[in-house]
């Protein structure tokens, strides 16, 4: 139900007057080819000029796309389809709509600008909480397609790559100084002025020890993936993850950019933390009352 409340946010942020215009797809979209790999950058173009003629018509869709997912997560004999229709959904806009989440660009892919893009997030998340009919013994993700181990394995995978990302520098063309320093300091335009005044104290702090703090957030995001993994500690290493992608999210995403207006997700922060939730260890007395609940609801009647 979260995570269809997510999508009915990201509905309505593309249901904003700026988006009909041309100017988002001219803009907004083609911005995304910009410093990709010459393939990426033509399939991007390409969709670009196709959507453009009739940019309002398309963007009503891509919206109404987004309700009906997000609507169709929140009842319980829907959510299967809403669940396929985002996996279809998710590849065309984390390519065309995120650029791959800039994993291929100089800056965009580092953690602090939401690695490895948001709405893939939105898919990932969608297979860790499809329906199974199994019981959640140890947390929501148990019940989900991939079991405990794949969704502990998936979340591994993605710190491992934020850790990759963090020190990757570009492919050597930035120190992680420049990096940080320029993913915090790209956000400022049309942010309110606490959170650019915000931002200019971390663009200050990461030019003074920038290189360091991208290696302890490295070690500290290894660590995240390592703990979860191997099942230590896990409740705390999960409060953790979540504390760091809150601070990426005001920090690095500027709270996906809602604020400056123009923004069609809240970025990865608040995606990090669902996933953290699914993997949360649920309390055994509540395990015990579930199960009994079900095996009183599957018992005959007496009568």
């Not at 104290?201 to 990461?206: G, N, V």
């Amino acid at each position: 139900m979260v995570l269809g409340l997510v999508w009915l946010l990201d509905a309505s942020l593309q249901f904003q007057p700026s988006m009909f215009s041309r100017r988002f797809v001219g803009d907004f979209l083609a911005m995304n080819a910009m410093l990709q790999p010459r393939v990426v950058a033509q399939v991007i173009e390409a969709v670009t000029n196709f959507l453009l003629p009739h940019a309002a018509a398309w963007n009503a869709l891509f919206a109404t796309t987004q309700l009906a997912i997000g609507a169709g997560l929140l009842w319980r004999r829907t959510v299967k389809v809403a669940l396929v229709t985002s996996f279809a959904w998710v590849p065309g806009v984390w390519v065309v709509g995120e650029g791959l989440g800039g994993l291929l660009t100089p800056v965009m892919g580092s953690p602090l600008a939401g690695f490895p893009g948001a709405v893939i997030l939105y898919g990932l998340l969608g297979l860790i909480l499809w329906p199974t009919g199994r019981p959640e013994r140890h947390a929501v993700a148990d019940a989900g397609l991939l079991g405990a181990r794949g969704a502990r394995a998936l979340w591994a995978l993605l710190w491992f790559g934020a850790a990759v990302e963090q020190v990757a520098s570009g492919f050597g063309q930035f120190t992680p100084k420049a990096v940080m320093t320029s993913v915090i300091a790209m956000n400022e335009p049309g942010e309110p002025g606490w959170l650019v005044r915000l931002d200019k104290l971390a663009t200050t702090a990461t030019r003074a020890v920038g290189n360091p703090l991208a290696l302890l957030l490295a070690l500290i995001e290894v660590l995240i993936g390592v703990l979860v993994l191997r099942g230590h500690q896990v409740k705390r290493v999960l409060w953790v993850a979540i504390a760091l992608s809150g601070a990426f999210w005001v920090i690095g995403q500027d709270f996906g950019g809602i604020l400056a207006g123009g923004a069609t997700d809240p970025n990865a922060g608040p995606l990090y933390v669902l996933l953290a939730l699914s993997l949360y260890p649920i309390p055994a007395d509540r395990v015990v009352a579930e199960r009994a609940q079900a095996a009183d609801a599957l018992a005959p009647s007496s009568r």
